[in-house]
T-cell receptor, first 114, second 112 residues
């Protein structure tokens, strides 16, 4: 079974631009969550999608948004990029989307904002 | 609010030494607790989990017991290997859905 895949793996953008990251969950998984990992703040939850609906949202500004498609693939978008948005963005999928469920993480997309 | 506190690293050990990484949490109710591990250049992998008080999660020689009375979930291993060198994250989930709250992570370095 293929794991969680994220594209692209690396991205360099300029302040003020916008970016879209993609995540393909494990086949059959309906829940996709996104996390931001930085040296200073650690791992922080961005949002979760389940069956195309945003179910939970972390404490991030509205510049961060996402969506999920009918095949469970998910995208996250960051508009008006700031230097502080430089981070590793991790996507995770789970089968049932319950709190006890194991989440399977992708390798991440490394975003650098210059 | 919900939070996780884990010991600061780095933790440096010799092969076959005993490992303890402390983790305490703040949460209402009965969260599920997890340990995830991140090897260099990779995403996170679930190491073990416990979903109710007094449960013991175990995997690959690692163990952690859900202690409600001390709000702790300390990670232990009796004999570490060089291949255990990684960053370890303690996490909790206290709501519907999959939103995990992570500790800051503890870097473990094991030398032969």
């Amino acid at each position: 079974k293929a794991g969680v895949t994220q594209t692209p793996r690396y991205l360099i953008k300029t302040r003020g631009q916008q970016v879209t990251l993609s995540c393909s969950p494990i086949s059959g998984h309906r829940s996709v969550s996104w996390y931001q990992q930085t040296p200073g703040q650690g791992l922080q939850f961005l949002f979760e999608y389940f069956s195309e609906t945003q179910r939970n949202k972390g404490n991030f500004p509205g510049r961060f948004s996402g969506r999920q498609f009918s095949n469970s693939r998910s995208e996250m978008n960051v508009s008006t990029l700031e230097l502080g948005d430089s981070a590793l963005y991790l996507c995770a999928s789970s089968s049932s989307g319950t709190g006890e469920d194991e989440q399977y993480f992708g390798p991440g997309t490394r975003l650098t904002v210059t | 609010g919900n939070s996780v506190t884990q010991m600061e690293g780095p933790v440096t050990l010799s092969e076959e030494a005993f490992l303890t990484i402390n983790c305490t949490y703040t949460a209402t109710g009965y969260p599920s607790l997890f340990w995830y591990v991140q090897y260099p250049g990779e995403g996170l992998q679930l190491l073990l989990k416990a979903t109710k008080a007094d449960d013991k999660g175990s995997n690959k020689g690692f163990e952690a017991t859900y202690r409600k009375e001390t709000t702790s979930f300390h990670l232990e291993k009796g004999s570490v290997q060089v291949s255990d060198s990684a960053v370890y994250f303690c996490a909790l989930n206290n709501q519907a859905g999959t939103a995990l709250i992570f500790g800051k992570g503890t870097t473990l370095s094991v030398s032969s």
